[in-house]
């Protein structure tokens, strides 16, 4: 089962930061957070992943919470090619289980001009 | 950069044939998984390699699926004999290492048995 807890969908305006939560409260001190998305009849898409720390990159930023509990994903400026299912994924970084990547359902986001 | 190459994109095939799924990862990448993909079950593990061994194929659903890893530069995925409820799509993603390495995908091999 998936160990993240994501809204079903949400929508943004296109040019709008488009801010995606995620619930983790069961994260481990040594799992990471991945956010992943995938448009439709693509595969899924790497844009980000962290630890505890605050992480950006060219795509996107990532904000994880100090407890680490929950974290968002910021698209700064929306276009209408960043609408997609976005999902949150929590696991070990390292060894025997780092096959596992659990998607679960994801979050919908429809970016609207 | 070539991404991870997945071959053939669709495929279409009557039940009871034998499917072959291909699949070249990113150059450098020690890991390879295979995942499937339907509206019921979302998207799966079956089985991942590293080093061209295969380390955990629990999620493999039965014997007519078996997948292979002869070199660093590509997998097979195959479905001897193929039954109508294998349509799906497949996904082949790579990734360097055993650490936190993100996993690359391809844009899959979309299946329907007839």
């Known amino acids: 089962d998936a160990k993240t807890t994501q809204p079903t969908s949400m929508d943004c305006a296109e040019g709008r930061a488009a801010n995606l939560p995620c619930n983790h409260s069961t994260i481990s001190g040594n799992e990471y957070v991945y956010w992943y998305r995938q448009i439709h009849s693509q595969g899924p898409q790497y844009i980000i992943h962290g630890l505890k720390n605050n992480e950006t990159n060219e795509m996107a930023s990532l904000i994880i919470t100090e407890d680490r509990k929950s974290s968002t994903l910021i698209l700064p400026h929306a276009t209408l090619r960043d609408t997609a299912v976005y999902y949150c994924i929590v696991r070990v970084g390292y060894g025997g289980s780092q096959g596992n990547l659990i998607f679960g359902k994801g979050t919908k986001l429809s970016v609207k001009p | 950069d070539a991404g991870v190459i997945q071959s053939p994109r669709h495929e279409v095939t009557e039940m009871g044939q034998e499917v072959t799924l291909r699949c070249k990862p990113i150059s450098g990448h020690n890991s390879l998984f295979w995942y499937r993909q339907t509206m019921m079950r979302g998207l799966e593990l079956l089985i991942y390699?590293?080093?061209?061994?295969?380390?955990?194929d629990s999620g493999m659903p039965e014997d007519r699926f078996s997948a292979k890893m002869p070199n660093a530069s590509f997998s097979t995925l195959k479905i001897q004999p193929s039954e109508p409820r294998d349509s799906a799509v497949y996904f082949c993603a790579s990734s360097f290492g055993s650490s936190n390495q993100p996993q690359h995908f391809g844009d899959g091999t979309r299946l329907s048995i007839l």
């Open positions: 390699f590293n080093n061209n061994v295969p380390i955990d």
